[in-house]
């Protein structure tokens, strides 16, 4: 896994994704799907490890295209969320998606999807664009699956409360994360949030 492979799994779901749906249907969330992630509303786009996919049956290959190619390619205008947020991926239309061991990313996502929603029965998962993490929010604890960042270089799980906590459990400033190859699966991530959930109530 490369640090430019997630910034372009990032960038896809930002440029091409959550730009293009917030544009036409007014939301940027999106969700994890078998393999990938896609849009929830209009247009009908998925990102899988080696493929955008248009409308369920379109695909075009991800290596060597520039984000603004694939976009092209889909029949959408490339381009973040405007006014959405202000942290981004930090690709451009014009650079080339990198997507050596983007499974592995992908993967942990699902992973997170899953332990979520064991968590939680009520509450549904959003893969962000902003941070390119998995969460939901129960309680006032945000909890989810991050691919990673300038922080942690590899994809984490965590637990958020929204009024900090003491404790050793608490091993972050924002609260606690483990890398999810430490955690294992998803009853190893759906442990750690459930410990989560028991320490921010204490």
Excluded at 136 to 143: P, R
Excluded at 166 to 176: E, L
Aim: glycine share 10%; proline share 6%; aromatic share 8%.
């Amino acid at each position: 896994m490369t640090n430019e492979t997630r910034k372009s799994l990032h960038g896809l779901a930002e440029l091409v994704l959550a730009g293009p749906q917030h544009r036409r249907s007014g939301t940027i969330r999106l969700r994890v799907t078998p393999g990938g992630f896609a849009t929830v509303a209009a247009p009908d786009l998925a990102v899988q490890a080696d493929a955008l996919v248009v409308a369920g049956d379109q695909r075009f290959p991800l290596a060597g295209r520039t984000f603004a190619q694939l976009a092209a390619d889909a029949g959408v205008d490339v381009g973040v969320p405007e006014g959405v947020y202000h942290d981004h991926s930090g690709a451009g239309p014009d650079d080339t998606v990198v997507i050596q061991d983007a499974a592995t990313i992908l993967a942990a996502l699902a992973i997170g999807d899953a332990a979520l929603r064991r968590l939680s029965a009520d509450a549904v998962p959003v893969l962000w664009p902003e941070h390119f993490d998995v969460g939901i929010s129960v309680d006032e604890v945000n909890y989810g699956v991050s691919a990673g960042d300038a922080a942690i270089d590899e994809p984490y799980a965590y637990v958020g409360p929204w009024r900090p906590r003491q404790g050793s459990f608490w091993n972050v400033p924002f609260g606690a994360a483990v890398p999810v190859r430490d955690l294992g699966d998803v009853k190893g991530v759906f442990a750690f949030f459930d410990e989560g959930r028991a320490r921010a109530a204490e």
